[in-house]
Every structure is written in structure tokens, then in C-alpha cells.
């Protein structure tokens, strides 16, 4: 019975992380290689370390191997808003088909300053900007 | 069953790590390899933990913890020399 768990397990980690490479071999750029690298990557290996805790059925490899599952859970999706935000400010061009861009028009590179694309318009509730210090970056 | 199993996923894996590294080599832009980087690594996890399945030794464990952190911290430190505007050699 465990064996047939731990297999089960393992395959589909292995699925997952083999499903993540394909993706980020054959899509088409930067966001969507992103995007199936980070959720299936840390899916398969969070599947893994779940096999390794089921095959040895003791509680210091549980606790390890939880360890693991939820160090991958935490850092995985981090290190992925860090580096799509880097290259999307490094100016990675995005794919031909992309449909919709909405943070090119309202966000200021230099200053780091998102806008609603509303200020001063009737619908704003809040005033339009008067002067922005440096500091609240 | 277990060994038939490891053997699949051995090459299941082992098929993975080389399309992460194709795009490695090929990636048009320097954040493509970083995250080319970090899906290597987390296949690196997932073969540390395979690998102490098949030799029976729970002690790897340790060393996929190890792996993981170091390729948060790399992928961290990466993204932060790519804002600050280091030197880019695509």
C-alpha cells in the first residue's frame, strides 16, 4: 500500500517538474516561461519531498521533508515576483501576441510610482497628487 | 515496484534538466536564465530526493534543504544585480 502511494507520488512530481521544463522550453517569453517554471517546478518537488515522507514513515524525515515542502512554498513564489519584476524593468520585450499591458501606461519606471489612470477625473474619490516626497517610494 | 518506479522517474527528471538547461544556453535574456537557473535547481531538489529513496539514506534530505536555500539566495541576489543595473551581456 505505502509503495503504491510513494509511487503515485513520485510520478506525479516528476510529471510536474517534466510538464515545467517543457513549458519553459517552448513558451514564448519571459511572464509565461515564469509562469509555468514557478507553480509546476515547486508542485513537483513539493510532490517529491511528499513521496520521500511516505516511503521512510518516520517522523524526522516527516519533519524534514515538511521543512522542505514549506521553505519551496514560501521562497518559490518570492524569488518569482522578484525576478519577473527585474526583467520587467530591465525592458524583457514581451511575446508578439500579448493582449494587454495595463502597468506600461501607468506606472513611472524612474520615480516607481504606480497610478490609478483615474486621478483627477470625476469617478476619483481621492484628490490628485500634489507633490511626491522621495521618501514614500 | 519502487525500483521500476525510480527508474522512470530518473529519466522523467533527467528529460526535464535538459530542456531547463537548453533554455539555460539559449535564453535570449539574462532573466530567462535566471529562472532557467531556478527551475534546474528545483529539479535538483526533487533528484536529491529520488536519490535518497533509492539509497535509503534519509540524511540527503539535508542536502535538498541546502539547495533549496541557495537558490533562493541566488535567485534574490540575481534579480537584485539586474535592477540595480549591473553590466549585461545577453
Do not use: C, Q
Not at chain 1, 519571459?30 to 511516505?54: C, D, E, Q, W, Y
Not at chain 1, 511575446?95 to 513611472?108: A, F, M, P, S
Amino acid at each position: 500500500m505505502t509503495d503504491i502511494i510513494v509511487s503515485i507520488l513520485l510520478i506525479a512530481g516528476a510529471a510536474f517538474m517534466l510538464l515545467a521544463a517543457i513549458g519553459i522550453l517552448r513558451l514564448p517569453d519571459l511572464p509565461t516561461r515564469m509562469h509555468a517554471s514557478t507553480k509546476a517546478g515547486a508542485m513537483g518537488a513539493m510532490f517529491i519531498m511528499g513521496g520521500v515522507a511516505f516511503f521512510f514513515l518516520d517522523s524526522i524525515v516527516f519533519a524534514r521533508a515538511f521543512a522542505i515542502v514549506v521553505f519551496i512554498l514560501i521562497t518559490s513564489p518570492i524569488a518569482a515576483h522578484v525576478i519577473g519584476r527585474a526583467g520587467y524593468f530591465t525592458g524583457t520585450t514581451l511575446w508578439d501576441g500579448t493582449v494587454k499591458d495595463e502597468l506600461r501606461e501607468n506606472y513611472d519606471a524612474e520615480t516607481h510610482k504606480l497610478s490609478s489612470g483615474y486621478e483627477g477625473s470625476p469617478e476619483s474619490v481621492t484628490p490628485p497628487p500634489e507633490s511626491e516626497s522621495p521618501e514614500d517610494r | 515496484m519502487i525500483p521500476f518506479v525510480i527508474n522512470i522517474v530518473y529519466f522523467m527528471l533527467s528529460l526535464a534538466l535538459l530542456f531547463a538547461f537548453i533554455r539555460l544556453t539559449r535564453g535570449p535574456s539574462l532573466p530567462d536564465r535566471v529562472v532557467a537557473l531556478e527551475l534546474v535547481a528545483s529539479i535538483v531538489v526533487g533528484y536529491v530526493g529520488v536519490h535518497a529513496i533509492d539509497t535509503g539514506v534519509s540524511s540527503l534530505l539535508d542536502v535538498a534543504i541546502v539547495i533549496a536555500l541557495t537558490a533562493f539566495l541566488a535567485a534574490i541576489g540575481f534579480a537584485r544585480f539586474l535592477e540595480r543595473g549591473g553590466r549585461r551581456n545577453d
